[in-house]
């Protein structure tokens, strides 16, 4: 009995810490769902939202330490032609992708940072899902097939 309680207590602590993920990548709540409209994507690395397997963008967050890092920021997970950081809402109408990345990667990624990116109008709202080949100009091979919502 006792050996149940104790596995059922890591198995409770194993799935719950998985959620924190989100808030170390960048608008990592309000990735869109390609899928259904106006929902969200519930884990941002994953294939599916019920899916435990890493997508691309998973496999670059787990290879750079679980942290949105400028390497992170500047790269194209999903092979889509757009930056993560572009992807994830970054606004480059006064700064380019670079420098906003480079920001970003030099500073204790937190809710203060992505705080005083809102308030300066550099951080919008996703405008596709960093691991998933969800636009138009997606190779048909690349290329996200939804199913049901």
Not at 57 to 66: A, E, L, M, T, V
Not at 109 to 118: A, G, K, P, W, Y
Request: charged share 15%; aromatic share 8%; net charge positive.
């Amino acid at each position: 009995m006792l050996i149940a309680v104790i596995l059922g207590v890591f198995m409770f602590t194993v799935t719950q810490s998985h959620p924190s993920y989100k808030s170390r990548i960048l608008n990592g709540n309000n990735v869109p769902d390609p899928c259904c409209p106006g929902r969200k994507w519930g884990r941002v690395g994953h294939t599916s939202p019920r899916d435990t397997a890493l997508n691309n963008f998973g496999r670059d967050f787990q290879q750079n330490n679980y942290q949105f890092t400028e390497q992170l920021c500047l790269a194209d997970s999903d092979g889509d032609g757009i930056p993560n950081g572009l992807e994830l809402g970054l606004n480059t109408t006064r700064h380019n992708l670079q420098t906003l990345c480079q920001f970003i990667g030099s500073n204790p990624f937190n809710n203060q940072l992505v705080q005083f990116l809102e308030r300066s109008y550099l951080l919008a709202n996703p405008i596709g899902h960093p691991g998933l080949c969800d636009q138009d100009r997606c190779p048909p091979h690349l290329r996200y097939r939804c199913g049901r919502c």
